[in-house]
């Protein structure tokens, strides 16, 4: 399978030249790998499940039966927030061990399934999704896929989906984003990761972590693969993308905040990016958009999430803190303490900021800012200490954060020369306006992602 694309996959399944057994069995192959991150990318695999699910589909082909949609036949990963009929939710946790299973698959899930996905397992994620570094202390940090050798963070929560698409473990990972889990891993490990508009994916069966920023997404090798995904996860029927030339597409680039500070490394990936865009024939606009500079104010300290997070957690605190990582506790118990009329008006705060946001960006195709303003650092690095580890998890948060904030919806795109530290490129729209940006993410992709060997 290694970085076949899902489209490329489903071309073959339907040529007959590979079959859903071989894809399976290639991704078990990765994931048991002892030389591999298999181990620590996945919480548990779903070996007997996903065999019997690929010899079913794949007699289905043979006897002439229809696919049931493009992602029908191929191997892919489930984060630990989503219930699956029979199994226990941890999310990363050890909090929840012994808690009943699941009676029934979250919404999701079950369109994956009735779209013939093969799901081989569930992934690690940071605790609870609540950091965007990675780190998970119960069930291991799987490395990232750049520098393994010296071990760099894989970005969270989404840490073992990324690193499963990565590795060839699966060729698509499902996953969460509350502020850039979904984007941060895509960003650090040169892969492509897509948050919706949070209304579109439905979240029952999810293990929730904040009800206002909370959405459902895909990480994959491709925007084609995300929107594949995203049309199944969203319920909708499938549509063609029809994907615009670059030349009259018009991009605003905020200079207000998702710039600062940005390490050398990812300023000269972002200039590279915005360069070749320009030269390819869209308009890039550099602009102040200074309704941005509002954002840290809107959620301060996490706040809000803080506050939704603790709501959720205080019962299991009351009788299982010592469970938690530390780390992670912490962060929750700052909820403890917000009042309603501060939690009500960072609410009302934030609808304003909405509103601001899309009068500043009508009239553009999309924004464009760097995923996050550093690449991957090293796990010792992010452990060091407390300080160190709040202090980096800040800075993967800062730029994908603000899209949640005003409730859009973003890629991930790599934009790094080949060989290189990964660094993606963030291409946000406002609210509802999916469909456009996946369209214009899949041509910005064409002219800024590093070229890569296709398996065949």
Known sequence: MGQSSMAELSRR???GSVSSSQLVEEALAAIQNPAGEGARAFIRVHADSARAAAARL???RKAGRPAASHISGIPISLKDLFDEAGVTTLGGSTVLAGQPPAARDAIVVERLRRAGA????????????????????????PKNVYDRAVGRIPGGS???????VADGMAAGAIGTDTGGSLRIPSALNGLVGFKPTQRRIPLDGVLPLSTSF???????WTVEDCALLDAVMAGELPRPIRVPPLRGLRFAVPRTFFQDELSPAVAAAFAAALSKLSAAGATVTELPMAEFAKAPAINPRGMITAAEAFTWHREFIKTGA???DPRVLARIRTGETITAPDYLQLQALRRQFIRSINTAAAGYDAMLMPTTPDTAPTIAEVLKDDETYYRINGRMLRNPSVVNLFDGCALSVPCHEAGSAPVGLMIAGIGNT???????????EAAVTPRRVLSS
Do not use: C, M, Q
Request: glycine fraction near 14%; hydrophobic fraction near 45%.
């Open 214 to 220: 909370d959405s459902a997404g895909p990480i994959a």
């Open 322 to 324: 010592a469970k938690y």
């Open 118 to 141: 093969i799901i081989v397992g569930r992934t690690n994620t940071v605790e609870f999704a609540y950091t965007g570094l990675g780190i998970n202390p119960h069930y291991g940090t």
């Open 58 to 60: 794949d007699a289905d």
């Open 13 to 15: 399944l339907a040529a």
């Open 158 to 164: 989404t840490s073992g989906g990324a690193i499963s």
């Open 434 to 444: 999916d469909h456009r940006l996946l369209a214009v993410g899949w041509a910005v």
